[in-house]
């Protein structure tokens, strides 16, 4: 366990970084966004062209990683709403929410954090997930937090929510990253030896400035959305991400496996981790966006990532 705590102790080291120097003002609030961009249009696409050029082209298509997440993905969304909404929380911050309990925080932390853990070979099933998570978790949950528009509207209005999540897809540039990965893994390409160096130099930044930004944000969001609210509106979906989620996972997969699922036990481990990772970060720009309470979603994604130090070693203790 100690072993395990010194390699992810850096990772959340530097997100602690991140949150103390936005919530101390040494970051000006008005940068983050320059951060952010930096790293979501530059040093994580070629982090993952890099994981995806290199990576057998057969690990990226892996129907088995893709159908068991996804099926783990739906019964978390289907129950984080049910056991959420009420009075108070009707469907946009019961999807929202659904969203941040369903949808880890893979390509910020993930990626750098099981390499770092597992090897490069988890980069494969890593990759699947991402696509799983940004194509079809993130639209669904977007599509269902439209029902609020009314009755009569309800399903044109998840329609055009749905056409929206679609289009953020499309302009976001690390599925087209994911796919000229595996397209160059396919062909077997390489880059031209300056063209790949400076990609891989921005691969090598997307780490430790992909995890000072996520502390940066959440402390942006702390700041600017730091109404009260019972415990009981966040709590425990933040419970469902770190405990139910990665449980969910593991019973899956592993009754799949004996059902003769061609999954491969590593896959699963791999899986498993990732699930038990905290809530993704940018789901709380999405809440912001799409009216949602980003105050809720806020306060989730910043109890996961605080808690995730100790549950997340716990599970990398359990499933290696």
Known sequence: MLNILLVTFP????????FL?????????EAIPGLN???????????????????????LLD?????????CALVMVAFAIVMTMNSRIRWNDAAMGALVAAFPNTGFMGVPLLAALLGPQSAGPVIVLIVVDMVITSSLCIALSRLDEGEGHGGQAMLVAGRKALRGV?????????????????????LPGPVEKTVWLLADAASPVALFTIGAVLARSQIQSSHPMPTSDYLPVAIMK?????LLV???????????????????????????????SNVS?????????????ARIILVTTAAAFLTFSGAVALMT
């Open 21 to 29: 120097a936005a919530h101390r003002r040494m970051l000006p609030l």
């Open 37 to 59: 961009g930096f790293v979501l249009f530059f040093a994580l696409p070629c982090m993952l062209y890099r994981f995806g050029s290199t990576t057998p082209i057969a690990e």
């Open 11 to 18: 990772f959340f080291a530097l997100v602690l970084a991140g």
């Open 242 to 246: 770190l405990l139910l989620h990665p």
């Open 250 to 280: 593991l019973a899956v997969g592993t009754a799949a496996i004996q059902l003769g699922v061609p999954l491969q036990p590593f896959a699963l481990t791999v899986m498993v981790l990732v699930s038990a990772l905290p809530s993704a």
């Open 285 to 297: 720009l999405l809440a912001e966006r799409f009216g949602a309470d980003n105050g809720r979603i």
């Open 63 to 71: 129907a088995s990683v893709a159908g068991v997440y996804l099926l």
């Open 170 to 190: 499309v302009v976001n540039p690390m599925p087209w990253a994911i796919l000229l990965g595996g397209v160059a893994s396919a062909v077997q390409f390489t």
